[in-house]
Structures are given as structure tokens and as C-alpha cells.
């Protein structure tokens, strides 16, 4: 069954220097793609693979080489720990919503159908895109839109949610459409409610938080030349990516040594991040967003 075509296949898993009798992590399972790439390549080593949707745990592979957790990859360190493991040669991220994932209506993650407002990457997870609409506070929620769908009218966009909300609760897709419709600009629709679900998805999730505390947890875990791969798909999460592998923190702030070396726990290996070519995008436009970074630890 199709479950995800992963973007930038055969440049993450080259970037990943894969060693046959390696320790590997894919802390986003999804539906398998590049931890099947990975087994490929191991003969003695190991994969330890993450996921917080229970629904892939249904595409793992019958390999005693390979342990699956339908865990958040914020408890990276404390699983391998767990397991046995201290050290690992390389981790992969393809971080973003799967194609399962926006393909299950009652999900509610795309507005192209009109569904339940859930968002929950983790079914188990007690807040929802509906819960945050009804509780948070208008300041709250333009926050929200500013900070994670990047929306210059953000405020705007609170207030008529707010609005909205006091006539009747804002449960389903059409309820925001419905709201902020007279907010998208001409022509350019289907970008406007793309980061406005961006926005609620990530609050959901915590996505930002939890990027972060796993990209700390995978620079501890990381042997020395050990590998980091990670593919993101919007501006915000690329660029905590960007800052981390270029200083080793997340505003990007450069501290250099007395002879003016830049300090940096990584030696970056694609400076400008790798995108999908023409042919890729043909074959899966919905990859067109995605950029790949990796980084070497020194």
C-alpha cells in the first residue's frame, strides 16, 4: 500500500557514509523508505528507527538488524540508551507530514478536504488543531501564525478566528476557511492556508521544540565523523537546521577561537543544502519543497 515517497532518496542515504557494520538512526520512520535503504547497505550493524504514528509501525520490515519505537524522536537519547547504545555513526531526519498522513481525511492536516481539525502526528496526544482554536487567546494564536506560518497578518487572522468562534466552534477545515477566506490574497490561496495549517500542525506537535531537543541529543550521540542528515520542507525548520550545523546553536551566532577559526561541533559537507532536480519533481511534486543538509561531527 502507498504510504510515502520519500524526497531526496539516494543524496540523504549517500550523505549518510553508511558502514556496514555501522549504528544507525532514522528518527522518522514514516513508510520505511529510507530506513529500507539503510538495511541495504548494513551487514553486521544495527538501525534504530522512530516514529510517533502508530500507523507506521504497520510498514516495519520483518529484520532482526532493525528495532522500531512508536516513539517522538525528542527521547532519542534515552531509547538508545534503553537499547544498549551510547554511540551511533550517522542519523537521518525527513522531517514534515507524510503522504499517508495528508492523504487520511479525518487527520485533518490539508485543507484541500474538509475534515475533523486534528493535526496530531500522535493520535495519543490530548491537544488538538480544534483545542488551541478554542482556548487559546487571540495573542495567543496570532503568535502562532506568525511565528510558525511566517503570516504578516497574523493578528488579522486571530481576530477573525476569534470572531468566528464566538458564533459556533471552530471544529472542522471549512470553519477556517470560512473565517479567513477574505484574508488570502488573489492567486496566491492555496500558499496562504498552506502556512496557516503549517502553523496550527506545528503548535500541535511541537515540532520546533522537539527538533530542537533532538538535534542537541543527536550532536551528544554522534561519533566522532559521525553523520547528520536532515530534509525539511519549510524556511522555519531549515533554518534551525542551518544555524545548528554551521555553530552548534540555533540562532546561528558564531564564536570563533583566537586565531579567528570559526567554533563549530560540525564540518558541513553540502554548504548550500541540496534540493530535488527536475526529473524528481516530476515524479513527486511533493517533494518540491524539501532541502537536504548534512554535516560531519568533528
Known amino acids: 500500500m502507498f504510504y510515502h515517497v520519500p524526497a531526496l532518496l539516494d543524496e540523504s542515504i549517500r550523505g549518510l557514509n553508511i558502514r556496514p557494520d ?22 553486521t ?39 544498549g547504545i551510547t554511540e551511533i555513526d550517522g542519523l537521518i531526519a525527513d522531517l514534515g507530514v507524510s503522504s499517508h498522513q495528508f492523504d487520511e481525511p479525518e487527520r485533518g492536516f490539508t ?26 487567546d487571540e495573542k495567543e494564536l496570532a503568535k502562532i501564525f506568525y511565528d510558525f506560518g511566517e503570516l504578516v497578518n497574523s493578528r488579522r487572522i486571530a481576530r477573525e478566528l476569534v470572531a468566528a468562534r464566538a458564533e459556533k466552534p471552530l471544529s472542522k477545515v471549512s470553519d477556517i476557511i ?13 500558499k496562504f492556508y498552506a502556512r496557516v495549517f503549517q502553523a496550527l500542525r506545528i503548535a500541535v506537535n511541537h515540532e520546533i521544540d522537539y527538533l530542537k531537543e533532538m538535534l542537541e541529543q543527536a550532536l551528544e550521540v554522534l561519533k566522532k565523523d559521525g553523520r547528520l542528515v536532515v530534509i525539511t520542507y519549510h524556511s522555519l525548520e531549515d533554518r534551525i537546521v542551518k544555524n545548528f550545523m554551521k555553530t552548534g546553536n540555533f540562532e546561528g551566532e558564531e564564536k570563533k577561537d583566537f586565531y579567528g577559526n570559526l567554533i563549530t561541533p560540525f564540518r558541513i559537507i553540502n554548504k548550500k543544502g541540496t534540493i530535488p532536480d527536475e526529473r524528481e519533481l516530476d515524479d513527486n511534486k511533493r517533494a518540491r519543497s524539501a532541502r537536504l543538509r548534512i554535516a560531519e561531527k568533528i
Open 111 to 136: 485543507y484541500r478536504q474538509d475534515a475533523a481539525l486534528d493535526m496530531r502526528m500522535n493520535r495519543k496526544g490530548s491537544a488538538t488543531a480544534a483545542s488551541l482554536l478554542k482556548n487559546l
Open 45 to 83: 550493524g544495527k538501525l534504530i528507527a522512530f516514529d510517533q504514528d502508530e500507523d507506521a509501525m504497520k510498514n516495519a520490515p520483518d529484520d532482526e538488524r532493525l528495532i522500531l519505537l512508536n516513539q517522538n524522536f525528542r527521547f532519542l537519547k534515552n531509547n538508545l540508551k534503553f537499547n
Open 22 to 43: 555501522g549504528i544507525y538512526v532514522d528518527v522518522t520512520f514514516g513508510g520505511g523508505g529510507h530506513s529500507m535503504e539503510i538495511l541495504k547497505r548494513l551487514k
Open 178 to 190: 470560512n473565517a479567513i477566506g477574505k484574508l488570502a490574497p488573489p492567486r496566491q490561496e492555496h
